[in-house]
């Protein structure tokens, strides 16, 4: 369950594989704003161009299915909140639902899609981009930052850590409320005071193990030598001239996305 | 300790809350008829069990966890434009709710629980006005709606939260050791 909420980069050797950690969350990141501006003619658009972005991803469709499994659900709940609960021109009546209206069939599309395409998104940098280069880039994307004291170097690392306990955490949650169940708790009926005491014990044993292992961590990291303050990678981050060709091509795709609102 | 850089254990602490907060959009607290996460919930442990400083911290990780692509955000959103949208202002709220948080709780030598409670309602109130601002300009609702739509839902799951944050952080502090 956990590794399809968070999925980790596929080893396969693909063209956006290949592609500079910083160029890909930049790309991300006007893609995600480009998701929130799109009309309907857009929306076509940034499907196709996101449908080419998987196909250069080396993207197996099981990949695809994966990101949006989870989501599914949430996003068809909403298309029909805004179908059913959005005022407008009537289409069409069921029995004891409110009117769907031709409003809330387009705003619940949209929305629906619009949710799609971020995670889409999303997933598609993470399938590609191992962590230790998400992490790297991002010490490098935050420094402006640094003029507002803001310590980028640390949050850079830090998200690191966050990153590869994220997943622990939900995984050990999942655990313990499968162990609840095992022992026959949580059955149907149950009082609420009863519940909520559980959730709030759960939590606590969250936070203990999380506390413990950041003690760990801290101890490990000092063991090695980590030291604050200006580091240097091992991997270092070099554009190419393959990077500069896919700037070129997400900086013309949004050019080619504002020419279509001025003109459509 | 607020002078003195934080240690390297007080990063890990807060990169452990960065990441609890993220496991949290994916917890539930069933609460009849809507269950809801447990993200605030975090929020507010973060500010209360860390300090301003690296309660903002580790809220500041959680959202760039969101921005690299890690579905982590509400309803499993994740992604820039998320902090730009109607809702990225409750993304923004969680960095200075947990600042404010942890510096009023720093404020006592040893807060007891209805002071915790007070310091976590000032910070929900920091989450709550920057995340209505945000959805009222950018949703273009009148003040009335927004409120309508971005406050009253969550009141009770929120009073609910705090309570629980505030036991649980009696529980827990002894083993914080900043």
Known sequence: MTDRLFPAA???????????????????????????????????????????????????????????KPIALFAVLLFFLHALFTPGREVLRLPLL??????????????????????????????????????????KLLRPLRIFRVPTQDLAVMAAMALRFAPTFLEEYQRMKTARLARGGGAPGERLSRKLRTTGRMAIALILGALRRAEELAAAMEARGYARGPRTSMRELRLTRGDYAAVAVMASFTGLFFACRLFM | MKQNPPSLRGLAYASM????????????????????????????LAGALLGGYLGAMSQA????????????????????????????????????????????????????FWWLIAAMTVG?????????????????????????????PTIPGGMLKIVMAALVCLKVREHVKL
């Open chain 1, 10 to 68: 596929a080893p396969v050797v693909s063209p956006l594989r290949n592609v500079d950690p910083r160029v890909k969350i930049a790309a991300a990141v006007s893609l995600s704003i480009l998701v929130f501006q799109a009309g309907p003619g857009q929306i076509v658009l940034l499907s196709l161009f996101l449908a080419l972005l998987i196909v250069l991803s080396g993207g197996r469709r099981r990949d695809v299915v994966r990101i949006l």
């Open chain 1, 98 to 139: 409110p009117a769907v209206t031709h409003e809330g069939l387009a705003q619940g599309g949209t929305v629906a899609w619009q949710f799609a395409a971020l995670v889409v998104t999303g997933g598609l940098l993470t399938l590609t981009t191992l962590p230790s280069e998400l992490v790297a880039a991002l010490d």
């Open chain 2, 17 to 44: 809350f960065g990441a609890l907060t993220a496991a949290g959009a994916f917890m539930m607290i069933p609460l009849p008829p809507v269950p809801i996460t447990m993200q605030t919930f975090f929020v507010s």
């Open chain 2, 61 to 112: 990780v959680y959202i760039l966890l969101g921005v690299i692509g890690l579905p982590v955000f509400a309803g499993g959103k994740a992604g820039f434009g998320v902090l730009l949208g109607p809702t990225g202002g409750y993304l923004v709220g969680f960095v200075v709710g947990a600042y404010v948080i942890g510096r009023l709780t720093a404020a006592r030598e040893r807060p007891g």
């Open chain 2, 124 to 152: 929900h109130v920091f989450i709550y006005a920057l995340g209505i601002g945000q959805l009222a300009v950018v949703a273009k609702l009148n003040l009335t709606k927004a409120l309508a739509i971005g406050l009253l």
